[in-house]
């Protein structure tokens, strides 16, 4: 059974920085696509970022603009989202999720089969 649980969230103001970390648990990750999406109230759940578990290789929404990194430590099976310049519009509900690579890198939430609870990110002007 695959586990995400996400940490890190908070109430930070316009220009702050944050790192979401999200563990994975309950299997091998190696062969897996990994990506954080977002969802603000009364918004659909947006693609922000993903990361290839084996090849690090990462893609970005592209609203992003070079202010987000997604990264992964292999030893600990945890991602992280480091989030800079963050802008009110940027709150949102972060969620990380999980979906067996097959070449294809997601960016539809619905492609993805694994989904933590959330961590709250929310940022004032």
């Known amino acids: 059974q695959v586990q995400l649980v996400e940490s890190g969230g908070g109430l930070v103001q316009a220009g702050d920085s944050l790192t979401l970390s999200c563990a994975a648990s309950?299997?091998?990750?190696?062969?897996?696509?990994m990506a954080w999406f977002r969802q603000a109230p009364g918004t659909e759940r947006e693609f922000v970022a993903s990361?290839?578990?084996?090849?690090?290789?990462?893609y970005f929404a592209d609203f992003v603009k070079g202010r987000f990194t997604i990264s992964r430590d292999t030893t600990k099976n945890t991602m992280y989202l480091q989030l800079n310049s963050l802008k009110p519009e940027d709150t949102a509900a972060y969620y990380c999720a999980a979906v067996q690579y097959i070449g294809v890198a997601w960016r539809q939430s619905k492609a993805y089969e694994y989904y933590g609870q959330g961590t709250q990110v929310t940022v004032s002007s």
């Open positions: 990361i290839i578990w084996s090849a690090g290789t990462t």
């Open positions: 309950g299997r091998a990750f190696n062969n897996y696509l």
